[in-house]
Structures are given as structure tokens and as C-alpha cells.
């Protein structure tokens, strides 16, 4: 962390100028004033009494690390580490990455409130991790680092590809042998996850994977009804599926738009499965069949780990796989020529 005589050698005056600066004392120009409050900012300059007195508070702050908190899906996971948080005496401060600037979570850190971090986000790279790990105690909430003994890093996940492979299971039993996937980001571990769930199903259950019935998504609605949309127009009816699984409910209900938007009905024409069971998932006509995923108890649960971690109490010693449930509702039938 830089000191006030890395600032005053960056902004090329003495030390007390600096301190005058600080403090709002003496005379200084205006001029060297900014000069001096530049370089406090490019070198993310913390003045040592500020720095003192945050480090008392250093172990009541844990940083919440993710892509963004818009919708149901961060609305239930914020819900469920803040509880937790909060019956302990502890506090929640949110950094999203939505920008992918994940060089700027390093100036967010540097600032030395937090205590313990907990990740979710494609942005931040596994070398990130391990390299706050020399610093702060970690759960990470979208990956599985393989590398990270000797680091105070544990991970709480969800059994993504058990239920995928439920999934097809399931359309499988009720008929459909015409499965398209629409799958998520490319750098997401849920949407890879899902994905091999999806393609261990199929070969188990020996379904032909057609590549037109791959479909390509980003984990947004907006994408789900445009990729919908357009695979509708180049796609004859004799060609189309009999059901689709899209890796995210967001995905699934946009898909459902761009289906009925092309006048052909849910269930009957198209069956359609989601992943989450965000809390629209039941209110959408028709209800959307979808796989359960606890999101206010993964962070309820991510929240009591770090906790154990920063009071040294070792109650969780491995990492968590959280199971998943299958949940039938109407946007899923028999097949027509079933």
C-alpha cells in the first residue's frame, strides 16, 4: 500500500505539503493542491489514521464480489448471505463486475476494510482469487478451484449437471427424442455444468445431438426471445424439436415469448424446461417446469462458511455441493406423436 511519501514524491512536494493538504492546514496553491490529490488517487493513497481506524473494523465487513444484482436469481442470494451476516454483527458491501473491469476489485480492496470476500463472477479469474487468498479468507460461489491448498479459499455450488441430466431424464420418460438446449455464457460454470448434464443425459439415454438444436444464450431473457425468435424463422415445422431445455429460467421465458409470438403453443407444439425456479418461473403462463435452485441457501450457507473462517472454527472443513430438484409444472407435455 503506498505511503504519504510515495504521494509526495508522485506529486513533487515535500512530505508536509502533502500532510497540509490532508488535513486542510497551511497554504497551499491550488495548483499543487491538485497535484497532491492526484496522486493520493492514482496511487489509491489511504492516510494512516484513516487506515487505523478501519482496520478495528477490518473482520465486520465481508465484500459480496459479483457480475451484477439485478433480478430474482442475486435478489434470493444477497437475501441469504445478508441474514446471516446481520444476526452475527457483521455488514455486506457489494462490488459488481458488470463492466468487466476486474483490475478495478483491486482498488476496491486496497482500500483494507474487508475481512472475508465472497465471489460470484465470470469477470474475476482463479489467479485473482488465490492472489487475495494471501489476504482475505474466501468462498466462491461459481467455481471449483483445483490448485488452492494452503489458501483460506472453500466453495458452495449447486449439482448443476445432476440436474440437467434430470431434466432430459425426465422429457425423456414423457416421450421427447427431439431435445434442443439453449445453452449460457461461455465463461459461465453453471452454463458449463448444465451443459455436460445435458450431453451425459443424451448419450446415456442414446438421443441423436443435433447441432441445429444447440442453441446459443447469455443467461438473459432479451437473449432467450431473440435466439428463440430467430431460430423459429429459419426452421421448418418438420425440423423443429419437441422440446427445449434452456440452461436459465430467464432464458426459458423469453424463449416461451418468441414461441408464442410465432403461433405456436406451449406445451402442445414446444415443451420447455428452465434451470433456477426464480420466483416468475410459477407465475408465467403457462407455470414453467424448471430445476430448483436454493438460492437464499446458498448464500445463507456461503455466509455461515466465511463466518467459520474468520472465527477460526472449522465447522465446514470441505466444500459444499448443494442438490437440486426437478419441478414439473405446465410448460412441458407429451410429445404430439407420442
Known sequence: MATIKDVAKKAGVSISTVSYVLNNTGKVSEETKQRVLKAIEELNYVPNNFAKRLKKQRYDLVALIVHEIKGPFYDALVRGIQDVLHAFGYN???????????????????????????????????????????????????????????????????????????????????????????KGPKDSLDAKERYKGFIRAMHDLRI?????????????????????????KKTSKKDM??????????????????IKEAGLSVPDDLSVVGFDDIELASYVTPSLT????????????????????????DAFLSDVV?????????????PKEF
Open 92 to 182: 455486506l458491501l457489494i462490488y459488481c463486475t458488470l463492466e468487466n473491469r476486474r483490475h478495478d476489485v483491486d482498488k476496491f480492496l486496497n482500500v483494507g476494510i474487508i475481512g472475508g470476500m465472497i465471489v460470484m463472477t465470470p469477470v474475476v479469474k482463479n489467479e485473482d482469487i488465490l492472489r487475495w487468498a494471501n489476504e482475505y479468507k474466501i468462498i466462491t460461489l461459481d467455481r471449483d478451484i483445483k490448485d488452492k491448498a494452503g489458501h483460506m479459499i472453500k466453495s458452495v455450488r449447486i449439482n448443476n449437471e445432476k440436474g440437467a441430466y434430470e431434466v432430459v431424464r425426465y422429457l425423456y420418460d414423457l416421450g421427447h427424442t427431439k431435445i434442443a438446449f439453449m
Open 208 to 232: 441423436e445431438i443435433r447441432n441445429d438444436y444447440v442453441l446459443e444464450g447469455n443467461f438473459t431473457e432479451e437473449s432467450g426471445y431473440e435466439t428463440m425468435k430467430e431460430y423459429l
Open 241 to 258: 424439436p419437441t422440446a427445449i431445455f434452456c440452461s436459465n429460467d430467464e432464458m426459458a421465458i423469453g424463449a416461451m415469448k418468441a
Open 290 to 313: 424448471t430445476v430448483r435452485r436454493p438460492m437464499y441457501q446458498l448464500g445463507s450457507l456461503a455466509a455461515h462458511m466465511l463466518l467459520s473462517l474468520l472465527n477460526n472454527t
Open 322 to 334: 448443494l442438490d437440486v430438484n426437478l419441478v414439473v409444472r405446465d410448460s412441458t407435455k407429451e
